[in-house]
């Protein structure tokens, strides 16, 4: 989702990780407020011990452990080598870490080829919808079909501050949350004709991916 909508911004792939970080933080302390609010209103059970099955095994925390490893390199990676879609798309990348979880997983080869069918089926649509928002998209730039909706969609911002702008782009995202299932197909489907307008109302293509984000993880807790 997010090197989606950042490679058809035009910024670096996970750049600007410290405002998100700043953003997180503060929904983290508001989510656990609120939560905190709500126990001291409502009856509930405090436990004294964790049910057995709660326990993280040792397998899973090797687990956890390489999917962490695994972004943090993916991060430091992208700015560092210039990755954009293509090289983050590439199989052998996650076929790779799909690999290493499987090891530490203690998974068989017929367990760990059947969960990566699995996991891939799960991507079928994603994939389905950006590659048809690609073509969508090329069909409109070479007909400049694209030039004048981004047009029409400019004039109505002109003038407008940033900060209305960048609610508007929520709102945008929001409706198209509705019909498109998928983040990563809705950041093709969207971003090239909301990136330009966010540039032309005078906001950073970095805002324009963090508001298409909020709205995003908004529709998410709903």
């Known amino acids: 989702m997010l090197p989606v909508a950042q490679g058809i911004a035009g910024v670096p792939l996970f750049s600007g990780a410290s405002v998100r970080l700043a953003v997180f933080v503060i929904a983290i302390f508001a989510a656990v407020g609120y939560f905190v609010f709500r126990l001291r209103h409502d009856k509930y059970e405090v436990l004294t011990s964790l049910p057995v099955e709660a326990a993280i095994t040792r397998s899973q925390k090797f687990v956890l452990g390489v999917i962490a490893l695994a972004t943090v390199i993916l991060v430091w990676a992208a700015p560092e080598f210039k990755w954009h879609n293509g090289e983050l798309s590439a199989s052998y990348i996650f076929l790779a870490i799909a690999i290493a979880i499987a090891v530490a997983g203690r998974l068989t080869a017929r367990e760990a080829a059947d969960a990566f069918v699995q996991g ?91 508001s298409f984000l909020l709205e995003n993880g908004i529709m998410g807790m709903t």
Not at 150 to 174: H, Q, R
Not at 181 to 191: C, E, L, N, V
């Open 120 to 210: 891939m089926k799960g991507m079928m649509l994603a994939a389905l919808l950006i590659g048809l928002a690609a073509t969508i998209e090329l069909i409109l730039q070479r007909s400049m079909v694209l030039d004048t909706v981004i047009d029409k969609l400019a004039s109505l911002v002109t003038g407008k501050p940033p900060a209305v702008v960048a609610v508007g782009i929520m709102a945008i995202e929001a409706i198209l949350d509705l019909l498109v299932p998928s983040t990563s197909g809705k950041a093709a489907i969207s971003m090239p004709i909301l990136a330009p307008i966010a540039h032309i109302a005078g906001l950073s293509p970095q805002t324009c991916v963090l």
